[in-house]
């Protein structure tokens, strides 16, 4: 219980010397995060959106039409639009890391530009918290993005990869 307790205080230490700018990254990584734990969960279930269309396809008379071969299209786009729903908004939430980052350290050296105008390149201790709150806001932009260009990697390759395999099972034969 005592390490969960110092390592609650160390995170709160870490946020503190980050700044406010820190506070907006980890808010927009935590979305993102959730965006991509609810396609991960989506990915899980979407057998049975599969199975469905696989159902009505078989169900059908004919399938060597050009009318079987639109329906076909469209039930494929169908699947395609929920396995590619919210891949976009975590393209942006991973494009904007970066950008939160940058706005840290613009911030983080405007409080060190001030320092150094008030009190003179004499205080280090002021200008260091100034720094880290350039460099930690940075770093935590530069982190999510990271985590974010991995995961949508990972979910973009499943998609497509669920995609085949349904484009395969919905065959022409009959």
Known sequence: MWLLLEAWNDVLDFLERGGDVLLIVLAVILAMLALVIERFIYYRGHARLERDIVRRWDAR???????????????????????????????????????????????????????????????ARSMADGISKATIPTMAGMVGALIGVF????????????????EDQLTFDH
């Open 151 to 166: 995961a949508i990697t990972l979910l973009e390759r499943r998609a497509r990869i669920m995609r085949i395999h349904l």
């Open 61 to 123: 008379n004919e399938r060597r039409s050009w009318e079987a071969h639109e329906i076909r299209q469209a039930m494929i786009a169908e699947a395609d639009i929920g396995l590619k729903a919210s891949l976009s908004m975590i393209k942006a939430l991973v494009a904007v890391c970066p950008l939160l980052g940058l706005l840290g350290t613009v911030t983080g050296m405007i409080e060190v530009f001030d320092v150094m105008a008030y009190l003179g390149t004499g205080s």
